[in-house]
């Protein structure tokens, strides 16, 4: 049977570049990451949780009643995964690892790269710490990865 | 107290990689099939909603206006909903409101997605997650769904052997399907060998990239009954939504859906259902992903909590078991437009009415379930439909 001839495309592009505000909250932790290495969460002054990323509000008591402490830059492996394909879903000859970290101490945590390890030597609830960059810019890039740590 | 609300019309075509009909074009011919089906016309229609996940996908922001002539919607309330994938069931669930509420008489619920117009449905995925915090780590959806099927298999216990036992299942139920585009004979080995994208999550085990659409007519009571002496009413509806902070949640346990199960619950007490599994005759569930369907056959309580890897090993969740899961092929076989995964609930219908051809199951079905589910784990949405 003869290909059916497909019906006429038409070829465009959407490119727009964006400048987000990361807001009052992101403003200072991506302030502390850059200037102080630290990762720093809001604590509800009701309710005791500390939030990461943080938030000017807690959304369990629904207020706006938060002060800033910093968090421990390590905590436990939620779940961790492998990936063999880029984002726009290239293959790739090494896996790139992600993690869902708790981090220590607060009600909140982050998602990042895993490195210095092999999928083979992770475990969910493994401790995990983080690895600054040297030269950090304000992002959350100015994380490197978390690695396995000792307890 | 809500008016009852009934599917009287169903609106079908292939899914397909590379659709060659427009959106408009894709709407217009689900909305015809519908009208056909249900002997009625575009006038009797008083409103139309509409349901798609991600504009991105087709490069056409406020897509919905494209559909509106071609729905019959031409100077008629139009609304427009997207809860990512869940727009699947919260689509049909905005038009029940519509006339339960007593504001309509007969509504057109039309979902639509078409995928395949960008270079990279996963690179459009990316722009879906949280901006500063999550997006620059490069997540997409296979390693998104990898890190909760980890997490989902080491809470329970559960075995790749055994997701790959509902690909085998879902792609093989296609091949009765005559809209599917992924029907294949499959075996477990086969789905074992092929290539990993984020474990335990392999090629095999996923669903494609689809352009589609499903239409649903939805009447009130006294319409229904002129229009048919069989109505399939809409018995319940739920959903669930939980932070878009998923490192954080009160649950830290990403393998159970707390969400889900809440929007279970909803649709269930109002349904009056208790025994899900005793009363519950067919389901279509959501399944991007072969863990994803066992997760939700959980959550609906089709199968105790972390039990699905043994109802699929039991068969009861096959074509001809005693609780048939997905038996048009799921999303895995018949295809993933996204937000028109309503097609979950369109089969729930065509198994009540007997009206599901070579993929009807070889039991009565009175009582049927469907669900959705989208965002970066955020979103649940059931409907429980059936028979007097």
């Known amino acids: 049977m003869a290909k059916k001839k497909a019906v006429l495309s038409i070829d465009g592009e959407i490119q727009i570049n964006y400048k987000w505000s990361v807001g009052k909250a992101g403003d200072r932790f991506f302030t502390e990451l850059r200037d102080h290495k630290k990762i720093m969460g809001t604590k509800c002054r009701q ?9 000017i509000f807690c959304e369990e008591c629904f207020v706006e009643d ?19 394909f880029s984002t726009d879903g290239k293959r790739l000859k090494e896996p790139w690892m992600l993690g869902i970290v708790r981090l220590k101490g607060s009600n909140g945590g982050l998602i990042h790269f895993i490195r210095e390890s092999r999928p083979e030597d992770l475990k969910i609830g493994m401790p995990v710490e983080a690895v600054f960059k040297s030269k950090p810019e304000g992002n959350i890039m100015d994380i490197l990865y978390f690695r396995p740590a000792n307890n | 107290m809500p008016k009852r609300v009934a599917i009287v019309g169903v609106g079908m075509q292939k899914y397909e990689f590379r659709k060659e009909r427009t959106v408009e074009e894709m709407v217009f011919d ?3 099939n519908a009208l056909e089906d249900s002997h009625l016309s575009k006038d009797d229609i008083d409103s139309v909603v509409f349901g798609s996940a991600v504009d991105a996908f087709c490069g056409i922001n406020n897509s919905d206006k494209v559909a509106i002539d071609a729905s019959g919607g031409l100077l008629k309330p139009t609304m427009r909903n997207s809860t990512s994938g869940s727009t699947a069931i919260s689509t049909p669930i905005l038009g029940y409101t519509h006339v ?10 039309i979902c639509y997605e078409k995928m395949s117009e960008n270079d990279s449905a996963q690179a459009v995925f990316n722009t879906v997650y949280d901006e500063a915090y999550v997006r620059p780590i490069g997540l997409n959806v296979p390693i998104q769904c990898g890190l909760e099927a980890r997490a989902y298999l080491h809470k329970y216990g559960i075995t790749e052997r055994q997701m790959a036992k509902v690909s085998v299942k879902n792609r093989g139920n296609a091949l009765s399907n005559p809209y599917a585009q992924l029907p294949m004979k499959l075996t477990v080995e086969d789905v074992l060998a092929s290539p990993y994208l984020s474990w335990p999550v392999k090629l095999l085990d996923t669903s494609p990239v689809t352009d589609g659409a499903r239409a649903l007519i939805l009447a009130s009571e006294d319409v229904a009954r002129e229009l048919t002496d069989d109505p399939v009413w809409i018995k319940g509806v739920g959903r669930g939504a939980d932070s878009v902070y998923f490192m954080g949640r009160k649950n830290k346990d990403l393998g159970r859906l707390d969400y889900a199960y809440l929007a279970a619950k909803q649709a269930y007490d109002m349904a009056g259902i208790r025994n899900p599994m005793a009363e519950i005759d067919y389901a279509e ?7 994803k369907e066992m997760q939700h056959c959980e959550a609906m309580g089709l199968c105790p909590e972390g039990g699905a890897g043994r109802m699929i090993d039991e068969g009861i969740s096959l074509k001809e078991g005693p609780l048939p899961v997905n038996a048009s092929g799921g999303l895995q076989g018949e295809g993933n437009p996204i937000g028109a995964g309503m097609s979950r609930l369109c089969w729930c219908y065509l198994q009540a009415k007997g009206q599901a051809g070579a ?5 009565d079905v009175n009582n049927a379930v469907a669900n959705g589910w989208g965002g970066m784990y955020q979103y649940n949405a059931v409907m429980v439909i059936g028979r007097d």
């Open chain 1, 47 to 55: 309710c005791g949780r500390i939030l990461v990323p943080p938030r």
């Open chain 1, 66 to 84: 938060m002060e800033w402490v910093e968090v421990e830059p390590r905590g436990s492996l939620l779940t961790f995964g492998e990936s063999y």
């Open chain 2, 30 to 32: 689900v909305t015809r």
């Open chain 2, 100 to 109: 339960a509420s007593g504001m309509h008489d007969l509504v057109m619920v």
């Open chain 2, 285 to 291: 569930v959501y399944d991007p992903f072969t863990y």
């Open chain 2, 359 to 363: 993929c009807q199951v070889p039991k």
